[in-house]
């Protein structure tokens, strides 16, 4: 039952089989706390596999530090940093306002016995020492993001967005309040979308 995901899982991002068996629990537990809370949008649920795990997957090929210290904003349903903690990344941050959420979260955690530091917070009210990397799906505009980061951000931060079609006008929008260096990556999972990697953010002046 489980071989073709882990198949098509390995077609794009080399996954062990446990790590695996780990994100199959995941999945299970997304599907069955689905029905009460709304987890993510339901019309994604035929092609999860894809549209939510390989999305997530997808910043292995960034991140090769383990180490660093990740900050997963308006987590949600975990992705993509729950998928990142499953996969081995040892500090990662989900910051999520929805108690509902948070609680889905840990019961993932506890039962995949992953270590994951999750945080029933709003992103503008979360402050930890270092941050190393941001990264969202789907949460807010660039610029939007900006301000509800500028407390954290330094100069070594870097930032893993994932944006859809329209990231262009977001790009023009955010430029009018900050400058940036940016790289746009080609999403694997959508041909419209991209993976946008932010880095020496600075407010204008």
Not at 46 to 55: A, E, K, T
């Amino acid at each position: 039952m489980l071989k073709e995901p882990f198949d098509f899982l390995n077609s794009h991002i080399p996954v062990s089989r446990g790590t695996f068996e780990l994100l199959s629990i995941y999945y299970e537990l997304l599907l069955k706390w689905q029905k009460k809370i709304n987890l993510i949008g339901p019309d994604t649920i035929p092609d999860i596999w894809n549209r939510h795990f390989l999305d997530s997957l997808q910043l292995v090929k960034y991140i090769d530090d383990k180490k660093k210290v990740i900050a997963d904003l308006g987590s949600g349903a975990g992705f993509p940093g729950m998928v990142l903690a499953i996969c081995g990344y040892e500090n990662i941050h989900l910051i999520e306002s929805d108690s509902r959420k948070i609680a889905f979260l840990r019961e993932v955690s506890r039962v995949t016995n992953t270590k994951i530091s999750i945080h029933n917070k709003r992103i503008e009210d979360f402050k930890i020492d270092r941050i190393d990397i941001f990264v969202s799906r789907a949460l807010a505009p660039l610029d939007k993001l900006f301000h509800l980061i500028s407390k954290s951000v330094s100069h070594e931060t870097i930032c893993f967005f994932h944006k859809g079609k329209n990231y262009s006008n977001e790009n023009q929008d955010a430029l009018l309040n900050w400058r940036y260096d940016i790289d746009v990556n080609p999403s694997i999972v959508d041909s419209q979308s991209v993976i946008l990697k932010i880095s020496n953010i600075r407010k204008v002046l």
